[in-house]
Each structure stands twice: as C-alpha cells, then as structure tokens.
C-alpha cells in the first residue's frame, strides 16, 4: 500500500511507540510502522525531496502535531515518548487533532502579532510623549491651540493670562454650521496626575464665561478628577490625557508620520502537497 498521508499516520505512530514500550527514536518508529501498515520495501523507499522518504517526512508532520495535541514528547537526544495523556490513548480522531492544532496556532500567531503591536505602539507613544513633555510651557500651549483647530475648533486662541483661573485659551466648536459652543482650555504639562482640586479651581473660572471646559494634560487624571469633571448639575468638562493627546497628534498628523507598510503573508497549504 502506498505511505498515508501524515495524519493518517497518528494512530499508526501511537501504535509503533506503544509497541516500543512507549519511547523510540526515528529510525524504529519507522521500522515498527512500515510493520504495522505492512508497507513493502519500495513503499518505504519512496522519495518524497531529496534523500528524504515519504515515510520520514510525513511522520515527522504526524510527530508534530501529536506533540501539540499533547500526546508525545521529545528529548534533545531526538528520543520520543508518550505523555501521560498519550500512554493514555490508544486512538484519535484525526479531524480533532488537526481542529485542535490549527486553533491552538492561530491563537499563538494572534498573541505574537498582539505583542509585537503592543511593543510597537508602546515605544512610538512613550516616546512622543516624552518629548511633549519636555517643551516649553509656552510651545504647549501652541501645540494644543494646533491640535485643536485641527480638530474642528474655530477662533482658537491662546491667552495664558496669569491669574486668570488657569485659563490658557478659548475657542469655539461649531455643530452643523449652526451651533456654537464656546469652550475655555487649559493646558497641563505635567509628569503626573492631575488632581480633582484643579478641576474644581479651572470650573469655578468657566461660570458665565463658556459653554464648556477642556483640561489638555501628558500627565492622566485622577479618578476623583475624572469623576469631578462630570458631576451632576455642574459645568461639564472635557479631559484629554497623554494618552490620548499623542494618538491625537497621530491621527491628525502634527509632529507625527505614519507610513503604511503592506505586509504579504503566505500561507502554505501542507495538506494540498501531502495529498499529492
């Protein structure tokens, strides 16, 4: 009978392995499955590439996935063995196997792709927010004043008068072409949290003098702060973090640019060759 293709070849190697007293090199799984399968010698002679076998190629596939389902294990010695759960088994299913196998991989490729994104976002952000952090009180000011009329804001202006409640500009959001919302800014550069007092402080400035507040900072807000900004029946007041501030620089480009880079992934469908 010609080799199998690779998994039906598990059962078959589960078999020769048992037969071995549940360990064995390559070589006498080999032996011991051309015996079970009664392969003749021009069967086990085949060539599949090179000087390699078919019956050596397709059970090294059948090797692979039976570790990965969890029944076999090997040495650095190339000596492979049952697991508990193997010694266990006396036959699969080889649907299953390859069911398992294929989820358990896409689920690994999923969390690489997952760390490599967060490894890559984390070092742009952290970066970027570093060197906000280190310019001017004056130049963040203009840098918000940009961001904000890149976002929509119209008759942005930065006032940074002191004494003034901490107020650093204004501006005005229009909806539709119709409404108007006049909003007051202030702009914290800072290293840490921002406190729910200096919420408080920026909203006692707003009463009567606009719709709306926005507090820009590269540091976070506080629970207690974010919970102040949107107390009932006061004032309501917009936060923007570091966090947020350099994905907003990203999106609209300031200081920032972002190449688009096509990546092919090809995927080799080993059953179409096994199968050959």
Not at 22 to 37: F, H, N, Y
Not at 128 to 150: A, D, N, T, W, Y
Not at 165 to 191: A, E, M, P, T
């Amino acid at each position: 009978m010609p080799v199998p293709t690779y998994d039906d070849l598990f059962n078959p190697l589960l078999t020769a392995i048992r037969k071995l007293g549940g360990s064995a090199s390559v070589p006498e799984q080999e032996r011991v499955v051309a015996d079970v399968l009664s392969l003749s010698e021009k069967d086990i002679a085949e060539i599949h590439r090179a000087n390699r076998t078919k019956l050596s190629y397709r059970l090294a596939w059948a090797r692979n996935y039976l570790k990965r389902y969890g029944l076999l294990d090997n040495s650095a010695r190339g000596v492979w063995s049952l697991t508990p759960k193997g010694l266990k088994t006396t036959s699969v299913d080889k649907d299953e196997v390859k069911r398992v196998v294929v989820a358990l991989e896409r689920k690994e490729k999923k969390k690489e792709k997952e760390e490599e994104s967060d490894g890559a976002t984390a070092a742009w952000e952290d970066e970027l927010l570093e060197l906000v952090k280190r310019i001017e009180p004056g130049s963040f000011e203009r840098l918000c004043q940009r961001v904000l009329r890149e976002s929509g804001f119209i008759q942005v202006e930065v006032t940074g008068r002191s004494g003034d409640g901490g107020i650093d500009g204004k501006g005005v959001v229009r909806l539709g072409g119709i409404l108007s919302f006049h909003v007051l800014f202030q702009c914290k550069r800072y290293r840490g949290s921002v406190s729910p007092s200096v919420v408080r402080d920026f909203r006692g400035a707003l009463v009567g003098r606009a719709d709306k507040g926005l507090v820009i900072t590269t540091g976070s807000f506080s629970k207690d702060a974010r919970l102040e900004a949107q107390r009932d029946g006061a004032t309501p007041i917009d936060l923007i973090d570091g966090e947020e501030l350099v994905e907003k620089l990203k999106d609209l480009r300031i200081g920032v640019d972002v190449k688009q880079k096509v990546v092919e992934e090809v995927v080799i469908r080993r059953d179409y060759f096994d199968e050959l």
